[in-house]
């Protein structure tokens, strides 16, 4: 731009002198081109400065951008380590949580075996007693005589014309026999006690003594008990009896030899349930 005003002076000196009309032509052809190159400088200086503007804000913008973009990744660097905190807590508090729960796994587990234990044991027992009770019989008694074990429990029932005097809760004397070796068998089994249970048919009681099945089942299962404890040594708080009447049939009493089947006395043999229940006092509590 400088130069551009030196020259226009120096025109006007030499438009001012003598000159050739071939020196002026020519010295207006350069004043013509200098003339555009400096309008053509001014758009440029417009356009520089018009541009230095945009990038002035562009940059202010850029500025404001990242200022924000700072402060949202603080914002999000302070949430991680929020987040890192608390899977921390979470993953310790889980490790505890889990070390509990293998502990109860183990405590169960270890009761668990305590009660197949005890099953094992008291199936083993059941089978060699009812072993021992079945060898001791004969075949003329076992005619008379069903021993079972069901649900853990040793079932010794016998027919009632082998057991009473006809219409009567009075014990035969062809019983004694069955019942001494019944009762050797208890007297091993110190651990377990005796139920003693009567049942008859359904049909009605005609003794005067007698007000019904009832009482019937009841007296049986009585005179069973006091045989077992007075003439052979049965510890009476062992025993218990008592009577169910016609209500607990095994076969129908439609035929003869359904109700001869209903018409029984069962001795039950059962393991202690103070055992049992000392047992389950064992169980782990779950928290």
Same mark, same amino acid.
């Given at each position: 731009?400088?130069?551009?005003?030196?020259?226009?002076?120096?025109?006007?000196?030499?438009?001012?002198?003598?000159?050739?009309?071939?020196?002026?032509? /020519? %010295?207006?052809?350069?004043?013509?081109?200098?003339?555009?190159?400096?309008?053509?400088?001014?758009?440029? +200086?417009?356009?520089?400065?018009?541009?230095?503007?945009? %990038?002035?804000?562009?940059?202010?913008?850029?500025?404001?951008?990242?200022?924000?973009?700072?402060?949202?990744?603080?914002? #999000?660097?302070? &949430?991680?380590?929020?987040?890192?905190?608390?899977?921390? =807590?979470?993953?310790?508090?889980?490790?505890?949580? +889990?070390?509990? %729960?293998?502990?109860?796994?183990?405590?169960?587990?270890?009761?668990?075996?305590?009660?197949?234990?005890?099953?094992?044991?008291?199936?083993?027992?059941?089978?060699?007693?009812?072993?021992?009770?079945?060898?001791?019989?004969?075949?003329?008694?076992? &005619?008379?005589?069903?021993?079972?074990? #069901?649900?853990?429990?040793?079932?010794? /029932?016998?027919?009632?014309?082998?057991?009473?005097?006809?219409?009567?809760?009075?014990?035969?004397?062809?019983?004694?026999?069955?019942? /001494?070796?019944? &009762?050797?068998? +208890?007297?091993?089994?110190?651990?377990?006690?005796? %139920?003693?249970?009567? =049942?008859?048919?359904?049909?009605?009681?005609?003794?005067?003594?007698?007000?019904?099945?009832?009482?019937?089942?009841?007296?049986?299962?009585?005179?069973?008990?006091?045989?077992?404890?007075?003439?052979?040594?049965?510890?009476?708080?062992?025993?218990?009896?008592?009577?169910?009447?016609?209500?607990?049939?095994?076969?129908?009493?439609?035929?003869?030899?359904?109700?001869?089947?209903?018409?029984?006395?069962?001795?039950?043999?059962?393991?202690?349930?103070?055992?049992?229940?000392?047992?389950?006092?064992?169980?782990?509590?779950?928290?």
């Amino acid at each position: 731009m400088k130069k551009v005003l030196f020259i226009i002076p120096v025109l006007a000196l030499a438009l001012s002198s003598c000159v050739s009309k071939k020196n002026y032509e /020519s %010295l207006q052809t350069q004043y013509s081109q200098l003339q555009n190159d400096y309008n053509t400088a001014q758009v440029r +200086i417009a356009e520089y400065t018009s541009d230095s503007k945009s %990038l002035a804000a562009r940059l202010a913008d850029e500025q404001k951008r990242n200022e924000e973009l700072r402060r949202a990744y603080a914002k #999000l660097q302070e &949430a991680y380590n929020q987040l890192q905190g608390d899977y921390t =807590n979470n993953v310790s508090q889980g490790n505890v949580n +889990i070390s509990k %729960l293998v502990d109860e796994i183990n405590a169960s587990n270890k009761f668990i075996k305590q009660l197949v234990d005890a099953k094992s044991k008291s199936d083993s027992l059941n089978q060699a007693l009812t072993n021992k009770l079945t060898r001791s019989l004969t075949r003329e008694e076992m &005619a008379d005589v069903d021993v079972q074990v #069901l649900k853990g429990v040793v079932y010794i /029932s016998l027919a009632d014309n082998m057991l009473y005097k006809s219409g009567s809760y009075e014990i035969g004397d062809r019983a004694h026999e069955t019942l /001494s070796k019944i &009762a050797k068998i +208890i007297q091993d089994y110190k651990e377990y006690d005796v %139920l003693v249970e009567g =049942n008859t048919d359904d049909v009605p009681i005609s003794k005067t003594n007698i007000r019904n099945n009832w009482d019937l089942s009841a007296l049986r299962a009585s005179s069973v008990v006091q045989v077992l404890q007075t003439q052979y040594g049965i510890d009476p708080k062992r025993m218990t009896c008592g009577g169910r009447g016609q209500y607990n049939p095994v076969a129908s009493n439609n035929t003869e030899k359904g109700k001869q089947r209903n018409r029984r006395t069962q001795i039950i043999i059962t393991p202690k349930l103070d055992q049992f229940m000392d047992l389950i006092d064992q169980a782990p509590e779950a928290e």
